[in-house]
């Protein structure tokens, strides 16, 4: 298995943390750092690797847009 991939793996798995929460007293704050991180391992999958990898920081992206959006636009 290539390094791309092994990071890739990782990423997808940070995300998947985010919606399948492994402990019960999973905070927020955790959340956040998972994505970060997640999309960190994405852009370095994508670079060590192919581009497709860039499909998981460019979702976490478009997530945090849409929840902006809906937070600014909730009133």
Do not use: E
């Not at 943390?17 to 956040?32: E, L, Q, T």
């Not at 192919?50 to 849409?66: E, N, Y």
């Amino acid at each position: 298995m290539t390094v791309s991939a092994k990071l890739g793996i990782a990423s997808i798995l940070l995300v998947g943390s985010i919606f399948v929460r492994p402990f019960a007293n999973w905070r927020g704050p955790i959340d956040v750092a998972c994505a970060v991180i997640s999309a960190v391992l994405g852009l370095l999958a994508s670079q060590r690797g192919s581009k497709w990898w860039l499909v998981i920081p460019g979702a976490i992206l478009a997530g945090f847009g849409i929840c902006l959006y809906v937070a600014f636009h909730s009133y």
